[in-house]
T-cell receptor, first 114, second 111 residues
Framework: IAGITQAPTSQILAAGRRMTLRCTQD?????MYWYRQDLGLGLRLIHY???????GKGEVPDGYSVSRANTDDFPLTLASAVPSQTSVYFC?????????????FGSGTQLSVL | QKEVEQDPGPLSVPEGAIVSLNCTYS??????FMWYRQYSRKGPELLMY??SSGNKEDGRFTAQVDKSSKYISLFIRDSQPSDSATYLC???????????WGAGTKLIIKP
């Protein structure tokens, strides 16, 4: 059972470059989420999607964009990376659309922007 | 001041000890309380889920919510080295509200 697959596992990126973090789920869950995790700050929601074709902004959406063309894929794009976007990024899903449901997480992408 | 406060640790205890992990919060509207466990280089996984006040027990784990004090706790009995991880608390006002996360407490169980 794969659950949520994220790629790449880690990446070093030059500032100003464009980067897409990939996320795929095989659980047919309705909602998907992107979080960033920074030391001392906890998880912060970047964007979410309740169902294919819809997206919404989380707590820290600036500098990021997402799309949800189908149920399984939810890529996160950094159009022009900046050093403050250095973080660990987690993709997650919930079976339904409620934000307080059980979250299923991928293993994360460690991104360093230099 | 953060909405959810959690001591980052690390908290180091000997194997077999009872562990107490805690979070405090400021928003009295929170009703749903969760504990997630995160191993190094892995995503968090749900450990306990509690609605409103009271206790919930699952094996060696007990979650406790005290809404009057705005304080939640996770107790681990007979702690094992495999319990070594970072424990994250998360809470929400309801189904349409984002989860608010604590920063996590790193727990180390010494054999």
């Amino acid at each position: 059972i794969a659950g949520i697959t994220q790629a790449p596992t880690s990446q070093i990126l030059a500032a100003g470059r464009r980067m897409t973090l990939r996320c795929t789920q095989d659980m047919r869950h309705n909602a998907m989420y992107w979080y960033r995790q920074d030391l001392g700050l906890g998880l912060r929601l970047i964007h979410y999607s309740n169902t294919a074709g819809t997206t919404g902004k989380g707590e820290v959406p600036d500098g990021y964009s997402v799309s949800r063309a189908n149920t399984d894929d939810f890529p996160l794009t950094l159009a022009s990376a900046v050093p403050s976007q250095t973080s660990v990024y987690f993709c997650a899903s919930t079976e339904g659309w409620r934000m307080n449901e059980k979250l299923f997480f991928g293993s994360g992408t460690q991104l360093s922007v230099l | 001041q953060k909405e959810v406060e959690q001591d980052p640790g690390p908290l180091s205890v000997p194997e077999g000890a009872i562990v107490s992990l805690n979070c405090t919060y400021s928003n009295s509207a929170f009703q749903y309380f969760m504990w997630y466990r995160q191993y190094s280089r892995k995503g968090p996984e749900l450990l306990m889920y509690t609605y409103s006040s009271g206790n919930k027990e699952d094996g060696r784990f007990t979650a406790q919510v005290d809404k009057s004090s705005k304080y939640i706790s996770l107790f681990i009995r007979d702690s094992q080295p495999s319990d070594s991880a970072t424990y994250l608390c998360a809470m929400s006002e309801g189904s349409n509200y984002q989860l608010i996360w604590g920063a996590g407490t790193k727990l180390i169980i010494k054999p």
